[in-house]
């Protein structure tokens, strides 16, 4: 497999597992090993009242 379709394949696996997370019902919060986050999807905002741009 040549590089640039690795690389076109990744991505197209990451939008899938954004659309994933993002329509889940269930609340998703990611973080790093540092406790930063790097993700938090629609229902986990509905769920704490919290919003993204607050975590």
């Known amino acids: 497999m040549a590089r640039r379709d ?3 394949s990744l991505g197209e696996a990451n ?3 954004n659309a994933i997370i993002e329509h889940s019902f269930d609340g998703i919060f990611i973080t790093d090993g540092k406790a930063n986050v790097l993700r ?3 229902a ?3 769920i704490t ?3 993204k ?3």
């Open 6 to 8: 690795l690389f076109s």
């Open 15 to 17: 939008v899938h597992l």
């Open 40 to 42: 938090i999807n629609s």
């Open 44 to 46: 986990y905002e509905s």
């Open 49 to 51: 009242g919290l919003k």
């Open 53 to 55: 741009k607050m975590s």
